[in-house]
């Protein structure tokens, strides 16, 4: 079964408690958002909405002004060479909202004071809050808002005033490997400057995170062990190029009987998750773009009280790409391009993970006949 996600707990203002929020998953092992503080209830969204098919099919190449390629190096460094050369360019984000004080990570992506962090963190400055920087140097500044996307719990928020502000190289997560050495930066338990080392674990992992009862995230995320800790949230995920190549959004905890108290400790057990550069870089492109991001959908609900393999469709939505595909309720899509489908949270991630337009190839069983279908994904906002 696909993991869920519960938001974390970490540094906290003192003089507050805070509800109990979690989800148990399988083998006692829950999966928390790694922002420092606030957060909401996890669950499984199961409806992959309804969007009005695309004419093109070929996705467009990632081309944008992000980052900076002179950031990176020519061929790969120690680590203590990377750290010094990334540091400058990773933030700690502090939130004051009137649910209390929270925290996470980012790095600036524009020299113009353009930052990416994950959605999760400054989501309690959206209705009120107020968002402070702080720098590698101490320097602090106040931050807005540009866009956030709940959809894959990222955003991007923007400093105004500050000099020298160095943007980083951003890596191709397609091109990252299994075993690869990769270094985590941030500041978890609000300790500043933080750097810890791994490898990637594994790839296409699929997440469900939580920024609240109706943000819902599904990632396709990256694995590592490297240390991942509450407030990490919106750091980079580097190689030895110094090249991002991810933004560390949740860790997996152990719970051993039920959802997370108010008091369970939740800290690294070398499972950590981030979201692939290549999907943060184009959500990144379209929030400063519109402060809008888009997402594929197909148009049909999934029944969550099936557990897999394969994902069992619910309603189809009339007029939907799934409808116009000639998909019917009870259909049980076992592939995905290529991939096996394990369950319900599985299929939306893989439909997530392309881009409005593309065309993917379903297998799925229909009275106990295996069928294949060609769905154009149409799109949705948010």
């Known amino acids: 079964m696909p993991f869920g996600v519960t938001p974390g707990s970490g540094d906290r203002d003192s003089s507050r408690r805070f509800p109990r929020r979690g989800v148990l998953v399988a083998l006692g092992i829950t999966l928390a958002l790694v922002a420092g503080a606030l957060g909401a209830s996890a669950g499984v969204l199961a409806t992959l909405r309804f969007g009005p098919a695309l004419i093109s099919t070929t996705p467009a190449p ?74 590698q140097n101490g320097q602090e500044a106040p931050a807005t808002i540009v866009g956030r996307s709940p959809t894959y719990d990222l955003a991007v928020i923007r400093v105004r005033g500050v000099l020298n502000l160095k943007p980083v190289a951003l890596g191709n997560s397609d091109q990252v490997k299994v075993g690869e050495p990769v270094v985590a930066l941030g500041s978890p338990l609000g300790l500043a400057g933080t750097v810890t080392t791994g490898i990637v674990s594994a790839r296409n992992r ?50 051993t009987q039920g959802p997370f108290s108010e008091d369970e400790q939740q800290g690294s057990i070398g499972l950590g998750f981030s979201i692939p550069m290549n999907q943060a870089r184009r959500t990144a492109d379209q929030l400063i773009s ?93």
């Open 62 to 135: 990632i081309d944008d002004d992000l980052g900076s390629t002179a950031s990176a190096f020519p061929k790969p460094q120690d680590v203590s060479t990377v750290a010094r050369a990334l540091l400058p360019s990773v933030v700690q984000i502090k939130v004051t909202a009137s649910q209390g004080n929270t925290g996470g990570s980012g790095f600036v992506i524009r020299k113009d004071g353009y930052i990416l962090t994950n959605n999760h963190v400054v989501a309690p400055a959206a209705s009120g809050g107020s968002i402070k920087v702080g720098f």
């Open 206 to 255: 699929p997440v469900t995170a939580g920024g609240g009862e109706t943000e819902m995230s599904f990632i396709n995320a990256l694995q590592t062990d490297a240390a991942i800790n509450p407030g990490n949230s919106g750091g980079p995920l580097v190689n030895l190029r110094a090249e991002v190549v991810g933004v560390n959004s949740a860790i997996a905890t152990i719970g």
């Open 290 to 382: 519109t402060g809008r991001a888009v997402y594929p959908v197909i148009g049909a609900v999934v029944d969550v009280r099936y557990k897999g393999p394969g994902a069992r469709l619910g309603e189809i939505q009339p007029g939907s790409a799934a409808s116009g595909a000639g998909l019917r309720m009870g259909d049980l899509v076992t592939v995905i391009n290529g991939h096996k489908v394990t369950g319900a949270d599985d299929l939306i991630v893989q439909i997530r993970s392309h881009l409005p337009g593309q065309r993917v190839e379903l297998l799925y069983q229909r009275d106990g006949e295996q069928r294949k279908v060609i769905v154009t994904l149409g799109k949705e906002t948010g």
